[in-house]
Nanobody
Framework: QVQLVESGGGLVQAGASLRLSCAAS????????MGWFRQAPGKEREVVAV????????YYADSVKGRFTISRDNAKDTIALQMNSLRPEDTAVYYC????????????????WGEGTQVTVSS
């Protein structure tokens, strides 16, 4: 049974930084990449930052390029998301997911999810 636990969210002012972490346990195949997604109220879940299927490249949503950085610790089977220069439009629940196939930019390609961590950015 795969379990993902996100942490690090909170309420911050615009321009502040947060670092999110996702710890995985019980993974059948630790070679499958994990990635970060977010979902705002009334909107679809969207890609924030993910690793490629091969694990050697990263992809970022245009809205976060230059501000967010995804990283991983393979030994601990965790990933992190460093978020700088936060904006009110970054407000959402942030989720960690495990990639199930090669479509790393497609939320539907992820077959395991954490419960999410709330990020709220005030103006």
């Amino acid at each position: 049974q795969v379990q993902l636990v996100e942490s690090g969210g909170g309420l911050v002012q615009a321009g502040a930084s947060l670092r999110l972490s996702c710890a995985a346990s019980g993974r059948a195949n630790k070679r499958k990449p994990m990635g970060w997604f977010r979902q705002a109220p009334g909107k679809e879940r969207e890609v924030v930052a993910v690793f490629s299927w091969s694990g050697d490249r990263t992809y970022y949503a245009d809205s976060v390029k230059g501000r967010f950085t995804i990283s991983r610790d393979n030994a601990k089977d965790t990933i992190a998301l460093q978020m700088n220069s936060l904006r009110p439009e970054d407000t959402a629940v942030y989720y960690c997911g495990v990639l199930g196939n090669r479509e790393e930019n497609n939320p539907r390609a992820y077959d395991h999810w954490g419960e999410g961590t709330q990020v709220t950015v005030s103006s």
